[in-house]
Every structure is written in C-alpha cells, then in structure tokens.
C-alpha cells in the first residue's frame, strides 16, 4: 500500500557536498511537492512542481534546485550542502480533488 | 490561509475519546478546515475535512461549530498508536498547483495506557 517513497530515512553529509533526494509516487499525481520541517519553523515548502518539466519555487528555495523528469518523481538537489540545511525533507503529491496530500516518510538530512 | 491555534499538548486515556480543539476566528466563507497528524519520525497523515457539516470517517469526527470559527477534532476512541501532532489547518479546497500546506506547530497528543 506505499504511495510516496523518498530514497533514505536517514542521511548524513559533509558541507559542500551534492546531494539528491528523490521521491516516487505511485497515484499518478500531477502536483508534487517538497518541504522542510524544523522545530520551531514548522512546515515549509521548498519548491513544487504540477507537471512533468515544470517547477516553481516555493517559501525557502535558495540553496536547493528540483527535477521532475518523469511524472512520477521528484528529485531534490542541494547543489552544496551547508549546516543550516541539516532538516528532515518530507516530499507530498496530491491529485484531483486535491484534498489529501500524501506524504513520504520523510529523510533526515545531518550535513557536518 | 486564516490562522489556526491549538493548545501545545494533550493527554487522553487509552480507549476514551480524545477532543482536540482548533480556534480559527479569521476563517473566510470558501475555507475548509483540514486536519492531519504525525507521528514521531513518520511523514504527515490527511485525517479529515469539513467546510461547515460535521464530518465522520473511519479515522475520526470534526465538529464545526456554527459561526465556523472553531473545531473539534474527536477520535472516539483513542489508542496508543493515536499519538502524534495533530495540526489543524484552514484553506481553500481543491487547489491545484498552488495547495501547498502550511503546518504551524499543532497539539501533540499523549494516549497513555
């Protein structure tokens, strides 16, 4: 029954360093989406995208970029990984009648 | 979206009913009232919505009250694997490329045995 699956639980890595999240989902959605969650800040959107080639920035993109090239994943990329970007990364997807966003299990990302 | 606020944590009693409110005074005429939980370590979880009717699925019950201007969210009857933060969101529904969520700190809520 997994809908959204997101490459790694868990994952450390060094500042500097380029790193990809990916995210899958089985529901044929068109609109995908990352977020960042941290205490305190609660939940914040990264970047979205609501079709196959297209994306838009969300609240907080500086330091990351996406890829969707295919419509079933979502792939984030932090092009130079810092401290500040350690976090857990939940992506999301929702189709028609967009009401239920379903979510990945989420990767918590440590960078050193 | 309008405002939400919840209380910062609750504790219910396994197999009693766990009421958690949400206050959105500030909530326009074409917003719903959207609930989702999480789990320690797990992603976000879609429960259940309503624009002014009760609500009732096999999850929970969401009580609106009149003015709209606050809500209840009842798991009838609560159980261990039931605690979570529970966040309580107002938006407009059926968006498309624009239904981000935006999820504020929520009420976590303790089931203790």
């Known amino acids: 029954d997994v809908k959204v699956t997101q490459s790694s639980r868990y994952l450390v890595k060094r500042t500097g360093e380029k790193v990809f999240l990916e995210c899958v989902q089985d529901?044929?959605?068109?609109?995908m989406f990352w977020y960042r969650q941290d205490p305190g800040l609660g939940l914040r959107l990264i970047y979205f995208?609501?079709?196959?080639?297209?994306?838009e920035k969300g609240d907080i993109p500086e330091g990351y970029s996406v890829s969707r090239e295919k419509k079933e994943r979502f792939s984030l990329i932090l092009e130079s990984a810092s401290t500040n970007q350690t976090s857990m990364y939940l992506c999301?997807?929702?189709?028609?009648?967009?009401?239920?966003?379903?979510f990945g299990p989420g990767t918590r990302l440590t960078v050193l | 979206d309008a405002k939400t606020t919840q209380p910062t944590s609750m504790d219910c009693a396994e197999g009693r009913a766990a009421n958690l409110p949400c206050n959105h005074s500030?909530?326009?005429?074409?917003?719903?009232v959207y609930w989702y939980r999480q789990i320690h370590s797990q992603g976000p979880q879609y429960i259940i919505h309503?624009?002014?009717n009760n609500e009732t699925n096999e999850m929970a019950s969401l009580i609106i009250t009149e003015d709209r201007k606050s809500s209840t969210l009842i798991l009838p009857h609560a159980t261990l694997r039931d605690t979570a933060v529970y966040y309580c969101i107002v938006r407009v529904a059926g968006e498309t490329s624009g239904s981000r969520l935006t999820f504020g700190e929520g009420t976590q809520l303790t089931v203790n045995p």
């Open positions: 309503g624009l002014k």
């Open positions: 529901m044929d959605h068109e609109n």
């Open positions: 995208s609501y079709d196959v080639k297209m994306k």
């Open positions: 999301a997807s929702v189709g028609p009648p967009y009401n239920e966003q379903f």
């Open positions: 500030t909530i326009s005429g074409n917003e719903y």
